[in-house]
């Protein structure tokens, strides 16, 4: 099953609100009481803030927001963990939750009994972003808790696919991805995103490329390292983008055949509108936003983050318009 195109920036902020009013009208919740001692089989009971049926959400969630994006429709915030405010009400949800579970970083999410489909829900990955809009780039799923739930991507090309951040290793994903060709390039936006880069460079004999700022004991093997202030071109159809700000070799991919632009946790969609991850900004503040401004210059419809949300713009126009009305407000709080 295809997985459903990703909402634009508005119908992200709409459904936000949309599903905390699901939250309040389903009142039906587990009877656990919080753990007086906390231990390792109370950290894996449900949260009580979870409705009765199949998909729980146990006490190690890290509030990632990897389930809430990837199914809206049954994973809200309660507190400051995720929770199921809906059981799967049809088969298509059913399947968006269970690539959650898989995906989750600590593992976090479970259901009553072993689900019977789970071996055809791991074929499913990687997951098509948009077959119509956005054919040949891929959700890589299984977020790695290394990266703090960063998600990762594929991008099938002829010149050779690009990994583009590192998933948590599996067999079966990279069974998948052998699949779909493989990856010549493992591109990594910055250190925060790199989890478990040097297994998957092994396995698929990709190179993998990092920024020299950004390079350190655990990095110190990548085969390719960006020096300077770029911009860089792979190839005609890729152009990487030096971003600083949110740390000194932060790096953006343009992949331009399909006008999508992988950010890292440069920028991103986030629960309430955009945002460029101020708590955990490792550089500066104004040069993150400096940052944001060389994206005016870029022409792209489309934003993949690491961290927050996708989003999709109608076109350029939409996209300067929506940075513009955002830098504009966060110039106005310096």
């Given amino acids: 099953m ?103 970083p600590t593992r976090s999410i479970h259901t009553e009994k072993p ?8 074929k499913t990955f990687p997951i098509p972003i948009d077959e119509h809009t956005l054919p040949g780039v891929y959700h890589c799923g299984y977020h790695s808790d290394k990266s703090f739930g960063a998600a990762s991507y594929l991008i099938v090309r002829a010149e050779g696919n690009i990994l583009v951040d590192s998933p948590r290793y599996t067999t079966k994903l990279e069974n998948n991805l052998k ?11 910055h250190s925060d995103d790199v989890a478990d880069h040097e297994k998957w460079s092994n396995h698929l004999g990709c190179e993998r490329i990092l920024h020299s700022l950004e390079v350190d004991h655990s990095t110190a ?7 300077g202030s770029g911009p860089w071109s792979l190839s005609d159809d890729v152009t990487l983008v030096h971003t600083p700000g949110h740390t000194e070799g932060s790096v953006c991919l343009l992949y331009k055949p399909r006008n999508v632009l992988f950010t890292g946790d440069h920028f991103a969609m986030g629960e309430r509108g955009w945002t460029i991850f101020e708590r955990y900004n490792k550089l500066s503040v104004p040069k993150q936003l400096n940052s944001v401004k060389l994206m005016l210059d870029l022409d792209f419809e489309w934003i993949l983050p690491g961290h927050g949300r996708r989003a999709k713009f109608r076109d350029v126009e939409e996209k300067n318009s929506s940075l513009r009305a955002f830098l504009e407000t966060k110039m106005q709080l310096l």
């Fill in 2 to 104: 295809a997985a459903a195109t990703a909402p634009t920036s508005f119908h992200i902020r709409r459904s936000f609100n949309y599903n905390a009013n699901l939250q309040n009208s389903f009142p039906k919740v587990r009877s656990v009481k919080a753990p007086s001692i906390i231990t390792a089989n109370s950290l894996r009971a449900p949260r009580p803030q979870n409705v009765s049926g199949e998909f729980f959400v146990d006490h190690t969630c890290i509030d990632c927001d990897t389930c809430r994006w990837m199914a809206p429709e049954n994973f809200t915030r309660a507190g400051d963990m995720s929770a199921v405010f809906k059981q799967p009400s049809c088969e298509e949800e059913r399947l968006r939750a269970l690539q959650a579970l898989l995906s989750c």
């Fill in 115 to 122: 689900p019977h489909d789970i071996l055809e829900v791991q």
């Fill in 179 to 189: 699949m779909l060709g493989g990856a010549r390039y493992m591109f990594l936006t």
């Fill in 221 to 227: 093997a990548v085969e390719i390292k960006l020096e």
